[in-house]
């Protein structure tokens, strides 16, 4: 059962990953639509990535402290 729970809350990683990837098609996809724009759309994207790579960290900390304190 721990193992199940930590292999669940490491799963965080694939959900970022896949909300990163999304995320970056869009930005390239509103770049090459409006060119003038690409400093706006890039500190956007950086910190909405930011986000997302922190949300797969946390669930990488709970799955060490799963594994760890049980």
Do not use: N
Not at 26 to 44: D, H, L, N, W
Request: charged share 10%; hydrophobic share 55%.
């Amino acid at each position: 059962m721990i193992a199940i729970g930590a292999g669940i809350a490491a799963l965080t990683g694939a959900g970022a990953g896949i909300g990163i990837g999304i995320a970056t098609s869009r930005a390239c996809e509103a770049v090459a639509r409006q060119p003038e724009m690409s400093g706006k759309i890039t500190s956007t994207l950086i910190l909405g990535c930011a986000l997302a790579e922190s949300t797969a960290i946390y669930g990488l900390v709970i799955s060490l402290m799963i594994i760890i304190m049980m």
